[in-house]
């Protein structure tokens, strides 16, 4: 084993990994030594080709299809420098002031999330796109919304010279999108922070980090590692978990840190999703521009938020319920086809949880509650109105038996979507906004750390990431991931003695 | 490097491919290994237990269809195989539910992700985005 030193390792690279390394940029430079650990490669620009199989093995863990532990949903996240960030939309929204006082966190308001994230807006160029950057599918949605009755929102979009792609959830091949491996982590790596690819961090142990790094594979995407392959025990004054709602309380729970933090891996939450489909009867432009550029939020009064998305075909195949003859209509209809993403706010219950198996390796626990389901069917009758108010011909709704609806039936949706034709295994739901698992609070009684990140009675070990999310968050969560991990780096920086209006590049501190 | 699972199942695969994507049915020899190489590659990446389940899944809708209508599935109907296939999917056990929808997906897998596929259906998105279009 090959032993290493530093001040500081931070866990992973992603919106809360990137947003603490960044921070600790001017540490750096006057000395500290501060250490990224990520267990993806480092892609070359000319990598991200948009090529759907190419680029979810090389993107995603489990090529973004990881299953939960009854097999009945999938998950999809990062495992790549710049983490989640590098496969999200870029979707900028802050966290609902509502949401953030149920939280109910001791020394967590709703004003400094807020100021957090305006920060991190103004660096990552959040703004709205102008219309000519407005797809049909896109139209179609504000359209029929507009005409069933549901109030449509743009979303600001963290993009910096998009030329509409449609392929973000692929890696941007432009480079547009402005994740951490665009913004914080180059920001960090200047001032002076390492950051190491390709290394998995197998354990924590006390005051350090066991480390495998591992070569490039035949063929595989990236940039070798920094360091050669090998086992690595990193010592270091403080270890930051960044490695998302399923990474950190694994790492956490195979390290045994769970002895003595009960709620450890519980209150996971995701907002599971159904991708739904509807066939226009003229070709529209939907697999052209930014993908997600409006939505609907219902979260609030019905518990379901609504938004555009345009997926490859693979994906879109996958998510679809059924096969045969009706859903090869709708794949062969591809040019003419409008989407919607249904998200559901779920309600972390004990039950869902992140547990480690004997190797270590993660394992999600999710049951679906009869709250999260009927959130669902809510959210795809809604949806149902909005593809038929735009003009929609036909609608492929998971929760209907048979899955198709006709125009003739459009004033019929509320009847034939319904939880009962709901079938966990059958209906294909993913989800994307992991959250939970390290919960913040008051003490280790009701979560994992407080409100600064720092896990109760080790002084020495930080989260952040979503794991620090107590409940769903009811919107997409980077902008709030960033906010945390900005707390988490503002209490290591006091801790560390550095002074308080010090700054990073961009204004960031 | 595991071994290769779809060779012994060769015919009962190819014939619950043509179920699930019925276009599959006119795929050529050089489509057709296209299709299980993307299958096997993904298949690669998983865990030993998880492949020997598909095998045995497999396996099982062969054995149901001679069960059933005392053919073996590859030689039923398009109907027969389309009506099996759904009675799975909509089993009272999860273990099936969640075996068929695997096996489905690993079809869309192999058969949309090839480019062929993606170019026949009039996917057209191009990283040059609106510039493509133009």
């Known amino acids: 084993m090959i032993e290493k030193s530093y001040d500081v390792v931070i866990i992973g690279s992603g919106a809360g990994g990137g947003t603490v390394a960044q921070a600790l940029g001017p540490l750096a430079r006057d000395g500290l030594r501060v250490l990224v650990v990520e267990q993806g490669p480092r892609l070359q620009d000319h990598e991200f080709t948009g090529r759907e199989l190419d680029m979810a093995d090389s993107l995603y863990e489990d090529g973004g299809g990881f299953l939960t532990a009854d097999g009945t949903m999938t998950l999809a996240f990062g495992r790549v420098y710049g983490g989640s960030t590098v496969v999200y939309t870029g979707t900028s929204l802050i966290a609902p002031e509502r949401v953030i006082r149920r939280w109910g966190v001791p020394g967590l308001s709703y004003e400094d999330i807020e100021r957090r994230s305006r920060k991190y807006m103004a660096e990552n160029n959040v703004h709205l796109l102008g219309p000519e950057g407005i797809n049909e599918n896109n139209r179609l949605f504000v359209e029929g919304a507009r005409r069933a009755g549901y109030p449509a929102e743009q979303f600001p979009v963290n993009v910096k010279g998009c030329k509409g792609s449609s392929l973000c959830n692929l890696g941007c091949p432009n480079g547009a999108k402005q994740g951490t491996n665009r913004v914080q982590l180059p920001n960090a790596e200047r001032m002076g922070v390492e950051v190491v690819t390709r290394a998995e961090a197998l354990r924590i142990e006390e005051r350090a980090v066991v480390v495998r790094v591992t070569e490039r594979p035949p063929g595989g995407k990236g940039l070798p590692s920094e360091w050669a392959p090998g086992e690595y025990r990193i010592r270091a004054g403080t270890v930051v978990v960044s490695a998302g709602a399923v990474g950190s309380p694994a790492l956490l729970l195979r390290s045994g840190v769970g002895r003595m933090l009960p709620r450890l891996g519980q209150g996971f939450t995701c907002h599971p999703a159904h991708i739904l489909v509807a066939e226009h009867p003229r070709e529209i432009t939907n697999d052209v521009g930014h993908p997600k550029s409006y939505y609907v939020d219902r979260a609030e009064e019905e518990g379901y938020v609504l938004e555009t998305c345009m997926y490859f075909p693979f994906t879109t195949a996958k998510n679809m319920t059924g096969f045969g003859a009706e859903h090869s209509r709708f794949m062969r209809a591809f040019p003419r086809l409008q989407m919607i993403l249904v998200l559901a706010v779920d309600e972390a219950v004990p039950e869902n949880r992140v547990t480690v198996d004997r190797a270590g390796r993660p394992v999600v626990h999710y049951t679906f509650t009869a709250e999260t389901i009927e959130r669902l069917v809510r959210g795809t009758r809604a949806s149902a109105k909005i593809f038929f108010g735009a003009g929609a011909v036909r609608v492929h709704a998971p929760s209907a038996d048979p899955t198709t609806i006709e125009a003739a039936d459009a004033g019929r949706v509320d009847a034939l979507i319904s939880s009962r034709h709901f079938k966990p295994g059958k209906v294909s739901v993913s989800a994307a906004h992991l959250m939970g698992g390290c919960a913040m609070g008051r003490d280790a009684r009701d979560s994992v750390t407080d409100a600064w990140g720092r896990v109760h009675g080790v002084p020495w070990l930080r989260v952040a990431d979503a794991s620090l999310f107590p409940n769903a968050l009811a919107i997409n969560p980077y902008l709030t991931i960033m906010a945390l991990a900005d707390r988490v780096a503002e209490g290591l920086r006091a801790e560390l003695g550095a002074p308080a209006a010090e700054a990073a590049p961009g204004g960031v501190s | ?134």
């Open chain 2, 1 to 134: 490097m595991s071994d290769p699972v779809l060779p012994p199942l060769r015919a009962v695969f190819r014939a619950i491919a043509r179920t699930v994507v019925p276009e599959a049915a006119a795929l050529d020899g050089a489509a057709w290994d296209e299709l299980e190489r993307i299958v096997e590659r993904a298949l690669a990446a998983r865990p030993p237990k998880l492949r020997r389940q598909l095998g045995l899944l497999i396996r099982m809708i062969d054995v149901l269809a001679v069960l059933r209508h005392g053919r073996r599935f590859a030689a039923l109907d398009d109907g027969r195989r389309a009506r099996l296939l759904g009675a799975l999917q909509d089993s009272r056990l999860l273990l099936l539910r969640r075996g068929i929808w695997g096996l489905r997906t690993l079809v869309f897998m192999g058969y949309y992700a090839r480019p062929a596929a993606a170019e026949a259906i009039g996917y057209r998105a191009d990283p040059a985005g609106w510039e493509a279009r133009r």
